[in-house]
């Protein structure tokens, strides 16, 4: 019998290669820890983003830190052409394995699978009508760089939706959170992941992640304009919006 690779945990410095190699191990069983983890809220917070994103037929959609492909799978049902992209081989692997071409049922056939970098991204310029990225800023070693590189691959006038971890506004609430994420998440992360270490680095990477303005405000610092955020589960999540400046000289 082949003994199981050691686990690899990412830690607050989000070296690529780790943090990458964090997530392949935990591909397969991925979206059933999440919704496990969150009690069900993973769904309702992909809902709040699909709606936000507001896809349409004949839209081209990034879909970055996309994991094994479920949220992108929604956008594709809308009949926009959707390229979901991440920076783990293995996640990326599980995606294609569920919905790619050779997949149950033929796949999707306008939803593509691309290893990427959210930093230095493979697409050209001004390239998606509408860019997301759900619990996947929080990992890149330079959310500024990766919030840049989604400005520069959206069309004038696109859409960027981040759908990311936050702080609770309120003190009482923030306190609850804290102690589930403490004592709670870690024994049932035990109990439900193939590397439980993974789940003690997302608690630490979410205490040490910026609040909803700090977020907002280094969307704004990269170029775009109308940002705005909305919190969802009482500010577990925030929700940011935000917009590409229109191409005034194409009128």
Sequence with gaps: MIPEPPHTRADLQKDPARVSGMFDQVAKNYDRTNT??????????RAATLRAVAPKPGQRILDLAAGTGASSVALARSGAEVVAADFSPGMIAEGRRRYGAGSAGGGIRNLSFVEADATALPFGDDEFDAVTISFGLRNVNEPKKALAEMLRVTKPGGRLVVCEFSHPPSRSFEGLYRFYNDRVLPVVAKAVSSNADAYDYLN?????????????????E?????????????GIVALHRATKAPDRLGG
């Design 204 to 220: 630490e990477s979410i205490r040490d992640w910026p609040d909803q303005r700090t977020l907002a405000t280094w969307i704004r």
């Design 222 to 234: 990269v170029g775009w304009i109308g940002v705005a955020h909305r919190n969802l589960s009482m």
């Design 36 to 45: 496990v983890l969150s009690m069900g809220n993973d769904r309702f917070w």
